[in-house]
Nanobody
Framework: QVQLVESGGGVVQAGGSLRLSCAAS????????MYWYRQPPGKQREWLAT???????HYQDSVEGRFVISRDSPKNTVYLRMDNLQPEDTAVYYC?????WGKGTLVTVSS
């Protein structure tokens, strides 16, 4: 059973940046696509970004241009770089592939 562990969350002021990491317990070389999601307080989980093993990426409109997803296969890790964070970005952030989810990492953006 592959495990995913997110890290890198924390408290940041509006306009700040964070880089989230998602470490997989096994090789991600054969994984066709990996995803980042988030769940704001009191709201449903929403998709943010996808990275395919070709390197192709897709983003939700609200984060395109501010967030960048990347993957480091030798480290079995996927990243989410987040710039110009705003209070509405406050959420628990999760990485995912197929039916595998991590426990999430909390990002809090203060105004």
């Amino acid at each position: 059973q592959v495990q995913l562990v997110e890290s890198g969350g924390g408290v940041v002021q509006a306009g700040g940046s964070l880089r989230l990491s998602c470490a997989a317990s096994e090789s991600i070389d054969s994984i066709a696509a990996m995803y980042w999601y988030r769940q704001p307080p009191g709201k449903q989980r929403e998709w943010l970004a996808t990275i395919f093993n070709s390197g192709l990426t897709h983003y939700q409109d609200s984060v395109e241009g501010r967030f960048v997803i990347s993957r480091d296969s030798p480290k079995n890790t996927v990243y989410l770089r987040m710039d110009n964070l705003q209070p509405e970005d406050t959420a628990v952030y999760y990485c995912n592939y197929e039916n595998h989810w991590g426990k999430g990492t909390l990002v809090t953006v203060s105004s």
